[in-house]
């Protein structure tokens, strides 16, 4: 039977990381029991990391003070259909722009790419003016349609395109395929890892969204979750239990998200480089 | 039979004539914005509701907006001419507000007596701290002195009785040696476990009533010019960094480790208000244990700070007279008792600065005449432009003297200066 030769270096490289994964995750822990503790206990030094006693009031008051449901669906409601809008259209832009040949088609990415310098705010009030004109204010239209057109992911997925080796498309080309079959035959299963990672930060993106919900809505009904938990804290006073109640409840969707799609987001950032 | 006839069809006509002119009366609808917490919104909106029923040809639409982009948001609204009517806002945001004429000029509706609301009523001090550059914007909504919050088992555990004597003719100096006997080792462990004092924050609004105490001004009157290089406010600084480094009363940032050492019972004194009173009721130990008493003098006045939350008109309304109305009922009608329910205010108008108002609202730690003293202690605060930025400015530069990065004369020399370009041009 042969045995692994003890190498120190793992030891010392598995010792680091698990300290690097620790006190990565002790945000986490606290945050997770800090939802369970009475206000008394949250400052408590040394920390109690197991609260006793453990209480779920918190999570009553969050549903108490405010509409949370409600938050949590238009939450999930605006993320799931955001994500998969942005990720069509950033498809069929990024093939557009990679493989079927227009003129201008460069010069017009370039356009397209130098929108991405325009900072956010500046493009606020004349964005609020064109959705008020639209009439899409506190609507789902305007927490969902703007945010699907992205130049980032556009560029991002054009450049996984272009590594698609040209003999796939001229091949199926010669066989008959048209662009429309290209693209879902050939570059999109192709590009699962890029499409997959880019879809695990679409989503959150859009689950963390603040501002443009903030600005955009204006009713109870039509708020998310990151708008509602800010209304938990002010200058003076934040009431971290109930905070953290909603922060755990927040965090559910996205570690479902993760661990459905971990080995696209692995993927991804390894073959593009990708990392928010 | 025709007179009975008649007699119904005039009936029938009178009540179709009412019933028209309430039909054809125009329902006005009005934007008011806060930036309320969760747990008070419910108190507002409860007024809201109120004001609806009383006054049904007003329509109330409310938006709570969290604080960290109140700002942001109405600015972006009336950029693109969606401005609300009515605003809660910090008394500090008013320069900014004012200067950029997002505000109503009150006046002319004081002068024309409309509305149950006069500012002859007010304590003198909220009149003058609410009439900027000569004129009145806004009014108050929420009204909290400072005073001393403490813990009454860390001052028996020590042998002191924290009676009100105490605190009489407290100073800030005579702080220390009374902080010396609270600060303790409880496990003799070197390291120090309960700090006497704390809630010294960093920005220029909570280090005005020491600088005013050592007979220092943050301000001209005017509030054009920041006035902090003087040996009077290094004199101020200086007190309250020896309560951290020499006499190491109040823990340092490595110490305090961004808790609140009072909730765990680790600090015995805390320079607090009463915008506080339904977090501290929150202790499991405040109604056993917690104590107020009066905040601590200086050797010039015994000048006090506050925390103030007002309203105002937006000058962009188109119902004025409405709005009024609103602002009337929610901060001098109903509406204040509705607000004052939540503890986190004190009246300003002088018929009501008395033990007899306060008394049914204390809670179980409060005491009425700790707070009327408070009240009687406050000469109005600063009000600089920018002040957001100012703010800023003021903490960056107390973090640098608390962690020796800087001098205190040096140091107040540089923020005066760049407190003075922060507001230049304003």
């Known amino acids: ?276 | 039979m025709k007179r009975v006839f008649s007699g119904v069809l005039l009936v029938l006509f009178i009540m179709v004539s009412i019933g028209s002119i309430g039909y054809g009366a125009e329902k006005i609808t009005l934007k008011f914005f806060h930036y309320l917490r969760a747990q008070e919104q419910q108190v507002m909106i409860s007024a809201l509701e109120s004001f609806m029923k009383k006054y049904p040809n007003i329509e109330i639409k409310y938006e709570f907006v969290p604080e960290s982009d109140y700002i942001t948001k109405i600015l972006t609204l009336l950029a693109a001419g969606e401005a609300p009517d009515v605003i809660g806002l910090k008394d500090l945001m008013i320069p900014d507000f004012a200067l950029q004429g997002v505000l109503t000029d009150l006046d002319p509706i004081f002068k024309a007596k409309k509305g149950s609301i006069n500012p002859m009523q007010w304590i003198s001090p909220m009149r003058k701290h609410l009439t900027y550059r000569g004129k009145i914007y806004t009014v108050p909504e929420q009204f909290s002195p400072q005073v001393l919050y403490g813990n009454k088992k860390l001052f028996k555990d020590t042998g002191i009785e924290p009676t009100p004597q105490i605190f009489e003719n407290l100073t800030w100096e005579g702080l220390i040696p009374l902080g010396q006997k609270l600060t303790r080792d409880t496990n003799g462990d070197g390291k120090i476990d309960v700090f006497a004092f704390g809630g010294v924050g960093g920005r220029y609004d909570d280090r005005s009533a020491i600088i005013w105490n050592y007979g220092g001004q943050l301000m001209d009157p005017n509030f054009t010019r920041w006035t902090l290089d003087t040996p009077q406010v290094a004199k101020a600084y200086q007190v309250l960094l020896d309560m951290i480094h020499k006499y190491h009363i109040i823990p340092t940032p490595e110490e305090s480790a961004g808790v609140d050492l009072f909730s765990i019972e680790k600090m015995a004194l805390v320079y607090s208000n009463r915008y506080n009173g339904p977090y501290y009721a929150t202790f499991s130990w405040a109604n056993e244990r917690m104590f107020i008493a009066k905040a601590p003098k200086g050797p010039v006045n015994d000048r006090n700070r506050t925390s103030c939350r007002v309203m105002g008109i937006v000058s962009t309304t188109k119902h004025p007279e409405e709005a009024w109305k609103l602002i009337c009922y929610l901060t001098n009608e109903e509406g204040f008792q509705l607000q004052a329910k939540s503890g986190r205010t004190l009246p300003w108008r002088a018929d009501q600065v008395n033990k007899k108002f306060l008394e049914p609202w204390m809670l179980p730690f409060e005491n009425a005449d700790v707070y009327l003293n408070a009240i009687s202690r406050w000469h109005g605060g600063v009000l600089p432009p920018n002040s957001d930025v100012c703010r800023k400015l003021t903490i960056d530069a107390w973090d640098a003297m608390v962690l020796k990065k800087i001098g205190v004369k040096e140091g107040l020399k540089k923020l005066n200066d760049d407190l003075n370009k922060a507001i230049k041009g304003w």
């Not at chain 1, 605006?78 to 990679?98: C, E, H, K, M, N």
Request: hydrophobic share 55%; with cysteine; glycine share 6%.
């Open chain 1, 1 to 276: 039977m042969a045995h692994r030769k003890f190498n120190p270096g793992i030891v010392l490289a598995y010792i680091v990381l698990s300290i690097g994964a620790f006190s990565m995750a002790i945000p986490f822990i606290w945050m997770l029991s800090t939802a369970f503790k009475t206000p008394s206990q949250v400052f408590v030094i040394p920390p109690k990391w197991i609260p006793s006693p453990i209480i779920t009031d918190n999570f009553k008051k969050l549903f108490s003070l405010m509409p949370f449901g409600r938050y949590y669906f238009n939450s999930i409601f605006v993320s799931v259909t955001g994500t998969f809008g942005r990720l069509l259209l950033a498809i069929l832009t990024a093939y557009a722009f990679s493989w079927l040949e227009f003129p201008g088609r460069d010069k017009i990415f370039i356009l397209y790419l130098a929108t991405m310098m325009i900072p956010f705010h500046v493009r606020l009030v004349p964005m609020f003016l064109i959705m008020r004109a639209l009439r899409w204010l506190d609507t789902y239209y305007v927490l969902i349609i703007p945010g699907l057109f992205s130049v980032y992911a556009a560029f991002l997925l054009r450049q996984f395109f272009l590594g698609i080796h040209r003999d796939l498309i001229d091949a199926a080309t010669i066989d008959g395929c048209n662009s429309w079959t290209i693209l879902w035959r050939i570059v999109v299963p192709l590009s699962t890892p890029a499409i997959g990672a880019l879809g695990i930060f679409t989503f959150l993106d859009e689950w963390n969204s603040f501002m443009w919900p903030l600005i955009m809505t204006s009713s109870n009904k039509m708020r998310v979750i990151p708008v509602g938990l800010a209304f938990l804290q002010d200058q003076y006073y934040t009431d971290y239990t109930i905070l953290m109640a909603g922060a755990v409840l927040a965090l559910v969707p996205v570690i479902i998200v993760f661990l459905a799609f971990q080995r696209y987001f692995v993927r991804g950032i390894v073959l593009s480089g990708l990392k928010e």
